[in-house]
Every structure is written in C-alpha cells, then in structure tokens.
C-alpha cells in the first residue's frame, strides 16, 4: 500500500536560513503532489501542487521539487521567518477520486 | 467567499456515548471529504462524497461511523458507539476538481471519548 515518510524529527532553523522538508513514498506513482500548512487547532491549508511531468514549482518564498526517480518531494522556504513556524504535511493523490493521502508532517520552529 | 463550516468546534463524551458532527463546504464545491487526525498524525481519509453519492468510504469503521450528504451541500459525520480510540481531530474539506485539485479544510471539530 502507498506509504509517505516525512522527516520524523522536528526541525528547528534559525530566522534568513533556508528550510528544506523532504517527503519520500513508497508504492505508488502519484500523478500530483501537495503541501499543506498546519498550524495548531487549525485546519491545513494547501500551499503548493506539483505533477509528476514538473520538476519545480515555485510560490513566493516556497519551492517544491518532484523527483518521480527518487520518489521523493523537498519543499523549501527561504528566508525563513519566525512565522513560518507550523507543522508541514505532504500529501499525494490516490487511486479513489481526488482524496488525499498524508504524511505525518514536520514540525518546523523559526526562531528569531 | 465563506469558507468550510464546522460544529461544533470541540466535544466532550464518555465512551459508547454518541456523536454528530456538522459540515457546510464552500458553495458549489461538489467534492467534499472527511478526515481523521489523531495527534501526532496527518489527516486520514475516512469519507468522499460527489453530490451527494459515495466515492470512497473504504476506510470508514462502518460499524460505528456513518456519513450522509444530503442534497449535495452540508454533511453529517455520525459515531455510535464511540470508543476510546476515536478521540481526535475530524475535518471536513471541500474541493472543486474541475478548476483545482487542492482543498480546503474546515476548523475541525477536537473529539475527546473518555
């Protein structure tokens, strides 16, 4: 069955550094790939869709890569801010529809 | 545009207990999921509706949790009896495949069975 890992560990960066959160799956080739951002008591809110044909997709401070090779997904935030502290979720499509299937999610900490 | 309603936003019951949970998705979205998340874990898709008909519901305890969409706009998540494992975060999300993939999420409503 599909499996996705995300990095198990909170990551904690300082404020200007660059974040980078990987996503990696097994058993399946999706044909898009999402990030959401939580923040606590809230819902996650989608930030960024990649397809499996896109090498890169870029929003603002965020870049997502896809590497179908690998199986694996880095999102990155640059000049990283103390907002920017939540908990990432990776999400890939599945068989059934237009449901998600999500990682754990990161923890991300930016600290001024 | 409004976005996806929940309620109530917490609840408070004692196992075997039941409970109802309440969505209204974002107008004309005709896709609309349910999700569970426990602590420490990404949303797990329990339900997808179409209109009002199921897509998906293989992952839904069927013993204990129903879902219904009636009319194709606000949905009711049902759980009876619950059980001590229930407790989490259930979110409801809404999405418009024909312009987009992504979803929108609704606060949640935080489920503590005691």
């Known amino acids: 069955s599909q499996k996705i890992e995300q990095n198990s560990e909170a990551l904690n960066i300082q404020e200007g550094k660059t974040a980078t959160l990987t996503c990696n799956y097994t058993?399946?080739?999706?044909?898009?790939l999402q990030w959401y951002r939580q923040d606590p008591g809230r819902g996650p809110v989608f930030l960024l869709l990649i397809r499996e044909n896109e090498k890169e997709k870029r929003k603002e401070r965020l870049k997502v890569t896809f590497d179908t090779t690998l199986k694996q997904s880095l999102f990155h935030i640059t000049a990283s801010q103390p907002a920017d502290s939540a908990t990432y979720l990776c999400?890939?499509?599945?068989?059934?529809?237009?449901?998600?299937?999500f990682g754990k999610g990161t923890s991300l900490l930016v600290t001024p | 545009e409004a976005g996806v309603a929940q309620s109530p936003r917490y609840k408070i019951i004692e196992k075997r207990q039941s409970v109802a949970f309440w969505c209204n998705p974002i107008s004309g979205h005709a896709t609309l999921y349910w999700y569970q998340q426990i602590l420490g874990q990404g949303p797990k898709l329990l339900i997808q509706?179409?209109?009002?008909?199921?897509?998906?519901d293989s992952q839904l305890p069927k013993d204990r949790f129903s879902a219904e969409r009636l009319k194709g706009v606000d949905s009711t998540l049902k759980i009876q009896p619950a059980k001590l494992e229930d407790s989490a975060v259930y979110l409801c999300a809404s999405s418009n495949p024909g312009q987009s993939y992504e979803q929108y999420f609704g606060p949640g409503t935080r489920l503590t069975v005691t």
């Open positions: 058993n399946y080739s999706p044909a898009y």
């Open positions: 999400a890939l499509d599945t068989n059934s529809g237009y449901a998600l299937n």
């Open positions: 509706f179409q209109n009002n008909g199921v897509v998906d």
